[in-house]
């Protein structure tokens, strides 16, 4: 028999850029909030640490100083290499809805910023809280949620920000959608002279040699510059590549490494740290986003841009479109069917943001899949200007609503002619 613990208007479960960006804003517009944690901080969390500025637009909506003299690497865009042996540099555009930066901090430290700051709105923290399961009424709705000590606490409305695991969402019956890609990626620090670049870096074709002379390896690399003396380098695959699921990711990543010049320092002897490894569900791999009193935001929900593998601005996006549903509830007052309205139209909000978007990214993920379409592509598109403008801003989503530019006009009108993912 569980033993009552607390009772909130709100449960969030997980305090990654989800949980705590949810809390965040729900604290501050009065709710009273318990954000239950698993780990306590600051805990590792393995991510490549690359914010673009979409997550940056996020972190000035949750008050968070990004500036520089505040702690925060900058960085002015990508250098992608592909297809030829000097790179190609794509500063991030000059728009109206986002910054012109992006971001690089490690998880450990920044959500350890994100849950403190939670904290200060009002949010009640609890570390380690592990939830194991959701605590449902006789009509099945989900009241609150049971932790590992055996406690039961209770709110009217849960929101489950638990990660790629999405423990409480399969506990509540929420399945994993076989048809939406699925990705997975490691990543390490090493120590290396290149800590201080101000471009983030990505490599489209790994080889094992010679580029173009040795044999294509499967997936994406990245070296994001920390600015602490070390690099966070890895790599992702998707599962429409023949190779996922099938080689030794670590090795692999290795392999490729140990084709880098050596005075990057990416080598075995400058590794600080273990090789980490975890899933990237992607493109809404999990639904309902809302039913029955539970919410999922974030990874829970299948958030990954399956573009190009970012997860951490959806999730806090996401955490953000939660809230506004779950305080327009709230006003309406919980439990009326008014209530239930605005929490029933979250999964439609983010559908209109994104549904469209994901799904050319779902079909863009199936042909990049295939090494030859990727290189051909490679080699042929991106040495055209406009071709090269255009994929980085799809492939990072970063366009005007308002349309400024033929290239918002391109982006914004493929997202909105595609069916929803
Ligand atoms: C190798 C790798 C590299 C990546 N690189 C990037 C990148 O550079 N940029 C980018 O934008 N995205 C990147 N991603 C994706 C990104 O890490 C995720 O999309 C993002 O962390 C999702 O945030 P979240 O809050 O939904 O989940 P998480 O960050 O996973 O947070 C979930 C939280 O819930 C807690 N939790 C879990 N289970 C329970 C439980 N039962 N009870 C209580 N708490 C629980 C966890 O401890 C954790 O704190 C990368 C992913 C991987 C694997």
Redesign the pocket.
């Known amino acids: 028999m569980d033993r009552s613990g607390l009772t909130a208007d709100v449960i969030v479960?997980?305090?990654?850029?989800?949980?705590?960006s949810a809390a965040i804003h729900l604290a501050q517009a009065g709710l009273d909030v318990l954000l239950?944690?698993?780990?306590a901080f600051p805990?590792e969390?393995?991510?490549?640490?690359?914010?673009?500025p979409r997550?940056v637009r996020e972190l000035a909506a949750l008050g968070l100083d990004t500036s520089p003299q505040a702690g925060w690497r900058h960085n002015l865009g990508l250098r992608i290499w592909a297809g030829r042996p000097y790179p190609y540099l794509m500063p991030w555009p000059r728009l109206a809805d986002f910054p012109s930066y992006g971001l690089v901090r490690r998880?450990a430290d920044f959500?350890a910023l994100l849950a403190q700051r939670a904290v200060q709105a009002g949010a009640r923290l609890v570390q380690p809280?592990?939830?194991?399961g959701p605590v449902l009424d006789r009509a099945s709705r989900v009241v609150g949620v049971r932790?590992k000590d055996g406690l039961e606490h209770r709110a009217p409305v849960v929101l489950a920000?638990?990660?790629?695991?999405a423990?409480?969402a399969i506990a509540a019956g929420r399945d994993r959608r076989p048809d939406r890609p699925m990705g997975?990626?490691?990543?390490a620090y090493y120590a290396s002279p290149r800590s201080d670049d101000l471009w983030l870096e990505s490599w489209l074709e790994l080889w094992d040699g010679q580029p173009g002379r040795s044999h294509l390896l499967p997936g994406y690399g990245?070296s994001?510059p920390v600015g602490d003396g070390t690099c966070?380098v890895?790599l992702?695959l998707t599962d429409s590549s023949a190779a996922f699921g099938r080689v030794d990711y670590r090795q692999l990543l290795r392999g490729w490494l140990d084709t880098t010049p050596p005075q990057w320092g990416f080598r075995e002897e400058n590794r600080l740290g273990p090789i980490?490894?975890?899933?990237?569900p992607m493109g809404f791999n999990r639904r309902p986003t809302y039913r029955d009193g539970l919410l999922l935001?974030?990874?829970?929900a299948g958030?990954?841009n399956p573009f190009n593998?970012?997860?951490?601005?959806?999730?806090l996006e996401s955490?953000r479109y939660a809230a506004d549903q779950i305080v327009q509830a709230r006003s309406r007052g919980f439990g009326s069917i008014a209530a239930e309205r605005a929490l029933a139209a979250y999964p439609d909000r983010l559908r209109r943001a994104w549904g469209g978007y994901f799904r050319l990214g779902v079909v863009f993920g199936r042909l990049i899949g295939h090494p030859l379409i990727m290189r051909t592509a490679a080699r042929h598109g991106l040495p055209l200007p406009v071709v090269r403008q255009l994929v980085h801003r799809l492939l990072a989503n970063l366009s005007d609503q308002r349309p400024n530019d033929v290239y918002d006009v391109v982006v914004n009108t493929l997202s909105r002619l595609t069916p929803s993912a």
């Open positions: 479960v997980g305090a990654g850029p989800a949980g705590s239950l944690e698993k780990a805990r969390k393995v991510c490549g640490d690359g914010l673009t997550a998880r959500d809280a592990t939830v194991t932790t920000c638990d990660g790629n695991a423990r409480l997975v990626a490691v990543r990245w994001f966070n890895g992702g980490g490894s975890a899933a990237l935001a974030g990874d829970a958030l990954v593998g970012e997860g951490v601005s959806y999730a955490g």
